[in-house]
Every structure is written in C-alpha cells, then in structure tokens.
C-alpha cells in the first residue's frame, strides 16, 4: 500500500490507467448478490469492460472464487443457503489471494444480516463500501435498531469508516451525495453523481461491482474504490444530462460506463482531498 | 371506509393528494415478489416516489414487516421456501396494522400455488389484483384445470371479485383492457392503458405494486387500488406514444411514473363509474 | 426429419412463415433459466410474440411443463434445487413430446454443472445451444479444467457439436462470431450479430429461449434453431445501428424483435451454406 500523498490529479491518471487495464485484461468478477440487480449489476460490468460472473450455488461457489480475478458479496435478499456461499466463496478468495469487496445493504436495519455482515467481516473484506447508516451500524456494536434511511451526521459516518477500515486492513467506503473512501489513513472524497441516481434501484450495488472490477486490476483498495466510484458517479452525470427520467437514466448510464474514456475523466473527476 | 359515493372528479383528486403524499412521505414499500420482476418493480416504486424493498427471507421477512409501510406478496416463481416466508410476512403485517396486497399470479393454472393463494386469503389482504382467470379461480370452488389464457366473461370476472372482497372485507380489482376494482359494495372501473403493455413483462406484477405503494398512504382499500390502476394504465398510454416497441415502452413507463402529476392526472384519467 | 439440402431461400422463408405462425399462436415457453437473465428474455419472448412462463419449483414444474408448448433449460447460477427442477421438468416434456432446449451456460468451467449438463443430456434435448467451449465441454469426456473463455477452434466445436447430435439425435448449435446449428447431418451457418451484443447479458440466454419459442411451431430441430438464432442475430444487428452502447442496445433490440418481419428477413437474413 502506497502512503505517497495522492493529488487529484494522479488519482484521475491512476483511473485511467486502469481502465485501459481493465479493459485489456477484462478480468471475471464473480458476484454473489441480490436477486434484484443481478441483471443491472452484469451489465454494468460489461459495458465497464469487465467480464460479470454471478455464481452463487453452494456447490460452485468455492471453485469459482479460485478462478475469479475478484469476488463481490452483497447482502441484498439474504437467506441462509445464500450466507452459506458467501462465507464458503469468501473463504476461498482470501486463501487464493483474490480481492474481496463487501456490500452491507440493509444492515443495521435487520439483525440477521447485521450479524451475518459483522461476521464476513472477520474474513477481512479488502473493500467494504455502504451508505452511512449501514457503516455505522457494521462499525457499531448496537445498532440493530436503527431505520433504513435514518439521517446520520457525515461525521459519525467517516469516524466509523475509519474504525472498519483499520478492522480490516483495507478500506472503506461511504457513499452519499459526495461519496468518501479511507484505509484509516488516507481520506478521498468523491464529488461526482447525480441526484436522480437514488431513483434507480440498485446503483449502489453497481458501484460496489465496479470496485470489484478495479480491485481485480489495482492492488491498492483505496485507489480501486475510488476508481470505481469515479466511475460510477461520472457516468450517472453524464447519463442524467441526456436521461428525461430514471428509466432512461439506467440506460444513459450503461452506454456512458462504455463511453468512459480518458478525455471525460480529465475533463469532470471531481476528488476531494483533505 | 367511506361509503360516499365516488364521482370522477373525486377520484383524480383524491390520486393527485395520495401521489403527493406519497413522495412526501415516501413509503417504505415490503415486496415479496417473484424472481422475473424484482428489479422492474424497485425502479417503478421508485419512480412514483415510494422506497421499495425486496426482503424473502424467513429470517427476516417477519421483522421487516413490521417495519414497513405495506407489504406486497407476488406469487410468481413460487417453491416453498417463499411460501413460507410469505406466511409469516402475512401474519406480521397484519398484527402490526399494515396492508397486504396479494397478487395471485397464475392461480388457477397451477395447483400448488392456486391452494397456497387461497391459503393466503385466510389473512384477509387488504387488496388482491389479478387478471379475469386467476381472480374466478381464487373465488371459486374448483378450477384447477383453467388454463393460463383462458377466455372468462367480464360478468364472471365481476362476480368472483365481488365474493372474494366480501370474503377478505377488502377490494379486489380485476385488470384488462378496462380495471375494475370493488370492494363488494361499490364498483370502478379505470379505462386507462395501452395494448403494448402486454408485450412487457411483468406490468400486472408492476401494477400491484403501485397499489402496494398507494395503500401506505390511503386507508381505503378501493380508492387505493384504483390510484395505483390509474397511475400504471396512465404511465403506459403516456410511455405508448414516445416507444417504438416494448423496449422502449418499459424506459418510457418508468420516465412518465416519475414525470406523473396533477395536470396529467386530470387532463387523461379515465374513471369508469356505474 | 427432412433431408432435402436446405437453401438460403428456403430458410428465410421458413423463418417468415414460423414467425407468422408463432406470432399466431403465441406458444407458451416454458423457462427454467438463471437468475440473471429471467426478466430480459421473458421480455424477448414478449417483443418476438410468445407467450414466457418462468416456473422452477419443484411443486410446479411438472404439470406446467406438460401444460407448456415448450421447456428451456438453462444451466446459469444453478443450484441443487433448481438441478431437481430441472430433471422433473424435462422427464414430464419428454413425456408429453414437447420440445426441450438446453443452455448448458458455464460447462466445462465449473465441475459441478459439467456433471449436472450430461446427467441432462441423457434426456435427449431436442436442441442444444451453447458457445465453443460450453459445446466442447459437454461432448467431451474431461474438460473440467477448462477457463470460461478459453480459446478454442471451430473445427473442434463443430465436431464437438456433431457428436453432441448424433448423441441426442436432435440438433445443436455453436454460437458466435457467425452461429453454426448441426444435426449430425446437415450444417447451416448464421452469419448475423452485432459484435456489441457481447457487451450486453444474456443474449446468448435470450438467443436459447427464442430457439425454444420456434421449437414450439418447428418440428425439426434444425429448422427451429436456425430461425431462432437469425432472429436473434438479425434484431442485434439492427439494433446495433440506432444503439450507442450497450444499455440503449438492450432496449433496441426488444424492438426490433417486435419490428422483425418478411421485408427485413428477405433483406438482411445471411446463411452460410455449406
């Protein structure tokens, strides 16, 4: 892990190199995640230029988290033969070395997945990226009270980012109107996106698959969750000006995740650094 | 229950203050819904302005439940794990105060899930929204041979969901080219829609959901329904015009969910009083 | 079986009259496919004028599938239970001489389902419908070790999909850069598609479940994957033109499977005869 001072700058060249990468190398990211976006979630893969593989049989699971260049947990839609894949599947890419990224949705509103998720966190997810409700809770040690959309101060949010991350040994991510990642460490903000993102079921998850694929590619977990939010909020923009909806907005956004180049990156990567 | 009689004006009113309300409040909307729809059923509830959530499994179904602002049980793709599931929803909901709306989808085609519905029934859900085969099949004594297209008289249509609303003390709306909804007393029908919307899949499913999003906010379960029936018949026919076909139709639906309002509402819902 | 030497002609034609047939008859298909790709090819059944059932509980599926004008069978995101549906549904098909179609999706990558895919094979699909690898995988007698985009030749694929055929009797296709579709006797090449098309999940599914809806009017097995892979070919291609990614490609392409007809069948249909 790098501990250079990162400038705006070297961030954007960073995502753009890896981008090149990652479309050149098209590496398989294997996903076990929720029965709603596993459609959305492929296909924002693919148009990133990654290669989505969505196995989640308690048979298979093992097997291809060896194979996979990363591996993306999302606790949407639990039931128990699903946590059993995710536990044997995260298992399997930590002892092959392969990166692991964690989405905690709902957690903190439902007990069962708040344990389930404090406990995938003892296999030390590389990346842990949720909104601020859902890292408070996974940080906490209470929390199983608190609503789905219950407001948070950003503050209470980044402390508990903080204490995940140093948990981990990776890092964290908390999205929101600005998204921030940190390794407990470093802090990046990310200021692109737009509002109307909240009005398409599943971007976040989508965001947490494109960390996946950055993180196939990008050794450090900092850098690849910020690349992949980058990406994320950068095409939801772009797709948001031509969108006249949130129906349209969904289909801008793939063809914007396939038309990001080097030239938008430069021109509207928004970082905010400490 | 309000046993006023409901004129035209009323009715477009009464949508337009539930549909502002409803993105006030933006209700917490429990689906448990059928594996081909999860995702088109998120981004409707979204667009209209509700907050959808897919929770199926045992271990959580009964807590968000309660939790949520109404519960919406789809009984396509059933196996027993869901059935499961649904029952303990059912029971939460209820016992907390909540509404239940049930759609029977495929009842009477097939066996098991035409015994699991009216199974159901004994919880008395708040609505139940299904086409002319399933709502005859679900009231009726026998009709396991009924095929999935099976031609039925309106009449018959009419009558079954009259017997089931007094059986279930709520209403029941039969969809088609025309809507109707009663609630065993009084009868409306919604004359809004576009035949292409049967070349996308899942728009029935997608209807109840609506109505799902309208019983968080209306106590009457026939005024609900027929705001959730207007609001998707109205969407469609507003998506018709812009879709060159059925791809663009399921953009173009989600696009005119959120674009609804007031001067739409009046200007082109179409009450069918008797 | 008919053995007369197949023209271009004579399969465009063909094709023509079964679209008009099946757009008559609007057979019902019956799908037991992945979690992935439920929504968009019930979708593409609907815009090609089929009529899409999706049911996979084991309670279920036998009297749907004796019900049903046709069964697909897709090996996607499977797991034990949805093996077990599987196995029922395709015993009570065969049963009642209703076409079967298999997707053996991700054979030969992973162990589990490369088992599961020959154990299905004893069935004897009427067609089968994978990529090289998936075809080569599953004619041959090891091949558990193989990557899920390794490279391989065609020459080896074809033979592949001879075997496979003379196994089952039925009929097989090779899909890719051009399809090829074999009985073990005759061979016909498809040369439509879009390149794009890659970028888009599922379109290979889609290409299977529409194979599935011809198989329903088309009672040789070669004829019926040859229609179903020009329509999927053909509605990429044009969609492609008015595409500018892959997220506006999805929806372009639902409508041009509802646009397709006679003219552009005449115009753009292009087999590679041997």
């Known amino acids: 892990m790098t501990e250079e001072p990162l400038s705006a700058a070297w961030l954007t060249e960073?995502?753009?190199?890896?981008?090149?990468?990652l479309r050149e190398k098209r590496p398989l990211v294997h996903n076990i995640t929720n029965l709603v976006v596993t459609n959305t979630t492929a296909n924002a893969l693919l148009a990133l230029g990654a290669s989505p593989a969505m196995v989640e049989g308690v048979e298979e699971v093992d097997s291809f988290a060896r194979m996979a260049d990363s591996l993306v947990i999302n606790l949407g839609t639990m039931s128990s033969p699903r946590a059993a894949?995710?536990?044997l599947a995260m298992a399997a890419a930590r002892q092959a070395g392969k990166p692991v990224v964690l989405d905690p949705v709902a957690v903190g509103a439902l007990r069962y997945r708040t344990e389930l998720a404090r406990d995938l966190l003892e296999a030390k997810p590389h990346i842990v990226r949720g909104n601020a409700s859902e890292i408070i809770a996974l940080a906490g040690d209470g929390g199983g009270g608190r609503g789905v959309d219950s407001l948070v101060s950003s503050t209470a949010a980044l402390e508990a980012a903080s204490i995940l991350a140093r948990r981990t040994g990776g890092a964290v991510a908390v999205t929101g109107a600005t998204d921030y990642v940190t390794d407990g460490t470093r802090l990046i903000g990310i200021a692109n996106g737009h509002p109307m993102m909240t009005r398409v079921t599943g971007?976040?998850?989508?965001?947490?698959?494109?960390?996946?694929?950055?993180?196939?590619?990008?050794?450090?977990?900092?850098v690849a969750a910020c690349a992949g939010l980058c990406a994320t909020g950068l095409a939801g923009e772009l797709a948001a000006i031509r969108a006249d909806g949130p129906g349209s907005l969904q289909v801008e956004f793939l063809d914007a995740l396939y038309a990001l180049d080097s030239a938008i990156l430069r021109d509207a990567a928004r970082w905010v650094l400490p």
Not at 14 to 21: D, K, M, P, S, V
């Open 85 to 87: 894949a995710m536990r």
């Open 14 to 21: 960073r995502t753009i190199y890896l981008l090149t990468l």
């Open 203 to 222: 971007l976040g998850c989508t965001a947490t698959a494109l960390i996946g694929a950055f993180a196939a590619v990008e050794p450090d977990p900092l």
